[in-house]
Structure formats: structure tokens, C-alpha cells
């Protein structure tokens, strides 16, 4: 459990760790749809957990599809990453700022409804990617004891 799990028992960092783990696994066994749509998982609540470190999420943006929205999430980390007062910047770099060219942003959670979709070279890049989000945020802030 990490410091920011909620009260409702959300908790956006434990979640991306175990589903970096989960794709991992899918991914070896050559499971790419479950690999892919996992690692989705992964980013978003990698960017989530940032932004709760800020002070919690923006109004309402996380109910309904705009939860699971990657692009908007992205957007919305860094539009607070770059405000005053940031307790974020340091989990900003090089995965997220190429975040919006990466193959993982056409995930979305209703791919589940559709298989086989993904390739296993496909799968392999978004959980390449997933992990690199999750290195840069997610485990950044485990060293730093933030969550």
C-alpha cells in the first residue's frame, strides 16, 4: 500500500507496479493483448500517482472515458508539472515528454473487447514504453519515499 491510496481504496501506484508486472508476464507467455492492454493500465495510472503527489486530481476529469483518456492525462500532468509551486517537475523527463509520439497512446480500455488486436511486436513497444513512464515516475517517487 502506498501513501496514496485513497479512500475509496484506489491506489495508483501500487496498481501500475503490479500491472508492469502482470503485462511483463502476459508478454513473455506471448499473451500480447492481455501484455498491451495492461501496460495502458500501467501508463495511466503512473500519471495518475504524479498527479496526486501535486494535490490530487483535476475536478472530475477522471470519471468516465476521460479516466482513462492518456493524451488528456498527459496534458493535464504537465500543464501542473510546469505551474508554481510544483512538487511534480522531477518526474518529467524523457518518457513523458515523448509520451505523445509513442505507440501506447492509442490505447484505451475497450480494446479489451476486441482479440486478437495487438501484435506481439505492438505489445512489446507499449510495455517498453509502460515501463519506461512507471521508471520515471512510479519507481522515482518510491526512492524519493514520496509514495
Do not use: F
Not at 502506498?2 to 479512500?7: G, M
Amino acid at each position: 500500500m502506498s501513501k496514496l491510496k485513497s479512500k475509496n481504496g484506489d491506489d495508483h501506484p501500487e496498481a501500475a507496479g503490479k500491472h508492469l508486472s502482470d503485462a511483463a508476464t502476459l508478454l513473455t507467455a506471448s499473451r500480447s493483448d492481455g501484455a498491451a492492454y495492461l501496460a495502458g493500465y500501467v501508463v495511466e495510472c503512473s500519471l495518475k500517482a504524479v498527479m496526486l503527489v501535486q494535490g490530487g486530481p483535476p475536478s472530475s476529469s477522471w470519471k468516465g472515458r476521460d479516466g482513462h483518456d492518456l493524451p488528456k492525462l498527459h496534458s493535464e500532468l504537465i500543464t501542473l508539472a510546469a505551474g508554481p509551486g510544483t512538487k511534480v517537475a522531477r518526474y518529467v523527463g524523457t518518457a513523458l515528454n515523448k509520451l505523445p509520439t509513442a505507440s501506447i497512446l492509442a490505447w484505451n480500455p475497450m480494446m479489451r473487447y476486441r482479440s486478437p488486436s495487438i501484435t506481439q511486436e505492438l505489445a512489446s513497444d507499449w510495455v517498453r514504453e509502460a515501463r519506461s513512464v512507471y521508471q520515471e515516475t512510479v519507481a522515482k517517487m518510491i526512492l524519493d519515499g514520496v509514495v
